[in-house]
């Protein structure tokens, strides 16, 4: 994953040594050397992350963050504060005017990759979220800016998943003013748990007795509602390998033992508070999505939207030298089933494929019922490998197991799969379906159940 990452500070060094370690892990690289030169780049939307020193002249970064996270252009942009500054009371200020994450120097390259890369993938899924937004109706993305105002991080439902007694006690104690705090002190329990809660935020031990605890976070977000569940990992320095696994694979933030109050307050919120703004934008898509836009049989988009939508996120992807994918995938032999048994069964069948097309793919895909048995999926940010492994999920998930089909027996349906790469600034819609549509056919003809890439 790529993203634009500006720097902040007015001293030379201290940039140039940033930039060699983002560069090296293949992040682009803006920098500022005040934080008005900071606010001008980040109004102009060149930037996905910001990398903000606290200590510059004229205006501090606690005061520029503050002035990026009140306007409602660059409220959204994820801000990872940097500082000389080791006190605790230091780190709950950054927090408090919205920040998202805050490291002391000197910089443990361990800690700033791991939450610059946590950041760029929470960037991503709100880029595609506001761009659905904006494609369907552009209301909706005014009426998402205008939520973070309304939205707090107070009176937040939490869960403290931890098997030491006295240590889940105190993190309750900690919380327990300001939010409503359920602990769990059998891991096991964990999905049933949440299964039968509505949650905000979950904080997870890495101290589980007898249990892995990557393994209790991974099932708890396999429950459809708690899918981007905010989780916290609370964790000892000698856990840090095992961190960092964890926000590679999704974990919100971790905090250090011993766990000091307001470090704890100030992260809880903030997780709290986007989780609720992301909800907000979803709700907003939902609701002021038109139906011309979304197949009635399905419940996903229809050709119309992708068509718009897919000119809009190439444009996009060219402008700013980013990877795009398309997926199109057609249902083996469905003519015989509805000769076989009729459309009413037809029918059911794309449901059921629908939903798990929807199951299988990311957060940030966009999902379209193409016309008839044929579907498109859109992938930003997407990678070969990537697009690999969710293609193959996908045709997995059709093949493993028979559809319900009412009064018929179950039927066993499986699914071809053309890929396509976005591959030039001068590639077009019409080029990227035309290899998808392709590599559909050369599936197909190969003997379907497949997955085939447009250059493979």
């Not at 101290?207 to 899918?227: K, M, N």
């Amino acid at each position: 994953m790529t993203a634009r990452v500006l720097i902040v500070d007015d001293i030379p060094t201290n940039v140039r040594l940033l930039q060699a370690r983002l560069t090296a892990e293949y992040f682009e690289v803006v920098t500022a050397g005040s934080g008005a030169e900071a606010l001008e780049i980040c109004a102009r939307g060149d930037v996905d992350i910001v990398l903000l020193d606290v200590m510059m002249p004229e205006m501090d970064g606690f005061e520029v963050c503050r002035r990026l996270k009140a306007d409602p252009a660059t409220q959204h942009l994820p801000v990872l504060m940097i500082t000389a500054l080791d006190q605790p009371s230091d780190r709950v200020k950054g927090l408090t005017v919205g920040a998202d994450d805050f490291l002391t120097k000197p910089v443990d390259d361990m800690q700033l990759m791991a939450r610059v890369k946590s950041l760029a993938r929470l960037k991503s899924l709100t880029d595609e979220l506001r761009a659905r937004a904006f494609t369907g109706q552009q209301i909706a993305i005014e009426d998402a800016a205008r939520a973070m105002d309304r939205i707090s991080g107070e009176g937040g439902s939490i869960l403290v998943v931890d098997s030491d007694e006295r240590h889940a006690a105190r993190i309750r104690s900690y919380l327990a003013d300001h939010h409503t705090v359920d602990v769990l002190t059998q891991p096991a329990d964990a999905v049933f748990q949440v299964t039968g809660g509505r949650y905000d935020l979950a904080l997870v031990s890495m101290a589980l007795e007898g249990f892995d605890p990557l393994r209790v976070a991974s099932q708890i977000r396999t429950l459809d509602h708690a899918r981007n569940l905010p989780i916290i990992l609370i964790s000892d320095e000698g856990d840090r390998a095992k961190v960092v696994r964890a926000l590679d694979l999704g974990i919100n933030d971790f905090i250090l033992r011993p766990v000091e109050r307001n470090e704890l307050a100030a992260r809880v919120r903030t997780q709290i508070r986007r989780y609720r703004y992301a909800t907000e934008l979803r709700d907003s898509v939902t609701n002021t999505m038109a139906l011309a836009v979304t197949d009635e049989l399905t419940g996903l988009y229809n050709r119309r939207y992708f068509d718009r939508h897919l000119s809009a996120m190439l444009s996009k992807a060219q402008s700013q030298d980013r990877e795009l994918v398309l997926m199109m995938l057609d249902i083996d032999h469905f003519k015989h089933v509805n000769d076989s048994y009729g459309h009413d069964v037809g029918d059911l069948v794309l449901k059921e494929f629908a939903d798990r097309l929807r199951r299988n793919i990311r957060g940030v895909d966009l999902a379209c019922r193409f016309g008839g048995e044929e579907f498109v999926v859109l992938m930003p940010d997407t990678d070969y490998q990537q697009a690999e492994i969710v293609a193959e999920r996908v045709r997995a998930a059709v093949a493993e197991a028979a559809f319900e089909a009412g009064t018929v027996p179950p039927l066993k349906q499986t699914v071809s799969v053309g890929v396509s790469l976005h591959e030039s600034r001068d590639d077009t819609p019409e080029a990227l379906l035309k290899r998808a549509d392709i590599a559909l056919y050369r599936a197909k003809r190969e003997g379907r159940n497949r997955v085939v890439f447009d250059a493979a």
